[in-house]
């Protein structure tokens, strides 16, 4: 089988704050375009209602909106231990020097004015990503010692499982033990195929055992090339039980939002649930309202992250 090269970077997620329509639209246009996935939250409050559920590698914050301001957000989010990495631009009209100083007090990093110039936004994208994927990166095995959860290079070789990982691989898979220098061969063969698909962060895959399935979800690709996944198993029909639960969805509602978490295209999941594109589309549209979110994207991280957990 040919080997996988390493990816030299990764498809990072940004989430936008902004109140205006015609804003998200344009930067969602934009940043999709320079190939990022973009989440959107048209207010602070819904920003902070979203990050409970997925973190974003950076976040571009509008200064002025209603209910929540940018500056109290950015405060609210800052304050959280899990969040205080995370790189915040402001994008503001606001250029006075009492704004900016306003701004990076909050905990921004930098700011952008309005109306943005795209070339320098990506710059400073970009340049903030790497910066704050370099610090980040190098607490991530420890922060995940306690999961199953094990880091592999571009061609499906690992570099370190924790503890929780190896005691799992070695229980779904009798005949493989940790001291053996790779992965299990359905494991790895899986693993390569989504490797060798250009995935993003959220991306999963996975592997029948018996009655019981091995998933693995991308977290992500770190600055020195490690593809970082999360472990976990579960019985057939758990996890549409568990969107279900978890986010007030009918049992149909569950199955689309699975398969869609999945990757899967809206006429993919007619097909497989034997039902219309147009009412794939209807479903979509209930499971936005009832997990409170404004596109397909934030749908997915919310439900790949509950899946994870």
């Known amino acids: 089988m040919p080997r996988a090269e390493p990816a030299d970077t990764t498809r990072p997620v940004i989430l936008v704050v902004d109140d205006a329509p015609e804003a998200l639209r344009f930067l969602t246009s934009t940043l999709e375009g320079a190939g990022m996935t973009v989440l959107i939250a048209i207010d602070g409050l819904a920003a902070i209602a979203l990050m409970k559920n997925v973190t974003p590698d950076l976040i571009l914050m509008d200064a002025v909106m209603p209910n929540l301001d940018g500056f109290e957000t950015t405060q609210r989010i800052k304050a959280s231990p899990a969040h205080q990495h995370l790189p915040i631009i402001f994008m503001t009209g606001l250029t006075d020097s009492e704004h900016v100083v306003r701004g990076l007090n909050a905990g921004a990093i930098d700011f952008v004015s309005k109306p943005i110039v795209i070339d320098e936004l990506l710059a400073r994208i970009r340049v903030h990503l790497a910066t704050s994927r370099v610090a980040h990166g190098s607490q991530l095995a420890l922060d995940m010692s306690g ?31 940790a001291t053996s220098g790779g992965l299990p061969d359905p494991f790895l063969a899986a693993l390569r195929r989504l490797q060798a698909s250009a995935p993003t962060p959220g991306a999963r ?40 639960a978890q986010h007030g969805l009918t049992s149909r509602e569950a199955e689309v939002l699975l398969w869609i978490s999945r990757g899967k295209q809206n006429r993919e999941v007619s097909e497989i649930l034997q039902i219309s594109p147009r009412t794939v589309n209807k479903h979509l549209e209930q499971i936005f309202e009832k997990m409170g979110v404004e596109n397909r994207a934030s749908a997915t991280a919310i439900a790949v992250t509950t899946l994870a957990r």
């Open 147 to 177: 999961r199953p959860a094990l880091a592999v290079d571009g061609a499906g070789e690992p570099h370190w499982l924790t503890p929780a990982a190896s005691e799992m691989l070695e229980r779904l898979f009798p005949d493989w033990c």
């Open 205 to 244: 895959l996975a592997v029948e055992v018996g009655e019981r399935t091995l998933e693995a979800g991308l977290l992500r690709c770190t600055a020195a090339g490690q593809w970082v996944f999360r472990l976990s198993e579960r019985h057939e029909g758990e996890e549409k039980q568990l969107l279900a």
